[in-house]
T-cell receptor, first 117, second 117 residues
């Protein structure tokens, strides 16, 4: 149980286009979902926290207009990279935290590798 | 300002032995949380363990335990009875409590653990 999927797993796009990444909790409801970014051979950076039905909370320094997050249901959150540029190329990872009773446990998706040309 | 430090870029441990991965932190928040994550070579992150700053007891989760020493601001991860599958990158992270600017989560640089047969 506790599987989180991400789609797509890899995406290549042209500079200036927008890319949408989906994160789904397949067998549980996630009241909270997180989006992370990881540069090659580096640590992670939390981008934002989203709760179902409310606006995402972005970490300092993350442009909310560039990285649009929608958490429309208890099993789906999407990250849209708008007007992507080469510097947005990265590994994007989502995680999902179940509701009450699971504490801080979160389950991660396999990640999406974005390459902007 | 918050800070997380993992001083061991790489560690070796013999299979079946215990190993301690170091993590020190700095924060002025009275309330915070500490996390450990594992990232195997496949790239998929795995949540391991969580310790709240007000928790009286050290967190444990199977073979993982968190040696929380609040006065020393350290949150070391102890893995008992190492297995070959424990070979991975391990990240320590801290989520600051509510302060100016709101919650903020930061990650350490990581420690790569190699388990020898």
């Amino acid at each position: 149980g506790a599987v989180v999927s991400q789609h797509p797993s890899r995406v290549i796009c042209k500079s200036g286009t927008s890319v949408k990444i989906e994160c789904r909790s397949l067998d549980f409801q996630a009241t909270t979902m997180f989006w992370y970014r990881q540069f090659p051979k580096q640590s992670l950076m939390l981008m934002a926290t989203s709760n179902e039905g409310s606006k995402a909370t972005y970490e300092q320094g993350v442009e909310k207009d560039k990285f649009l997050i929608n958490h429309a249901s208890l099993t789906l959150s999407t990250l849209t990279v708008t007007s992507a540029h080469p510097e947005d190329s990265s590994f994007y990872i989502c995680s999902a935290r179940p509701g009450q009773g699971a504490g801080e446990t979160q389950y991660f998706g396999p990640g999406t590798r974005l390459l902007v040309l | 300002a918050q800070k997380i430090t993992q001083t061991q870029p790489g560690m070796f441990v013999q299979e079946k032995e215990a190993v301690t991965l170091d993590c020190t932190y700095d924060t002025s928040d009275p309330s915070y949380g500490l996390f450990w994550y594992k990232q195997p070579s496949s790239g998929e992150m795995i949540f391991l363990i969580y310790q709240g700053s007000y928790d009286q007891q050290n967190a444990t989760e199977g073979r993982y335990s968190l040696n929380f020493q609040k006065a020393r601001k350290s949150a070391n991860l102890v893995i008992s009875a190492s297995q070959l599958g424990d070979s991975a990158m391990y990240f320590c992270a801290m989520r600051g409590g509510l302060s100016a600017g709101g919650f903020k989560t930061i990650f350490g640089a990581g420690t790569r653990l190699f388990v020898k047969a």
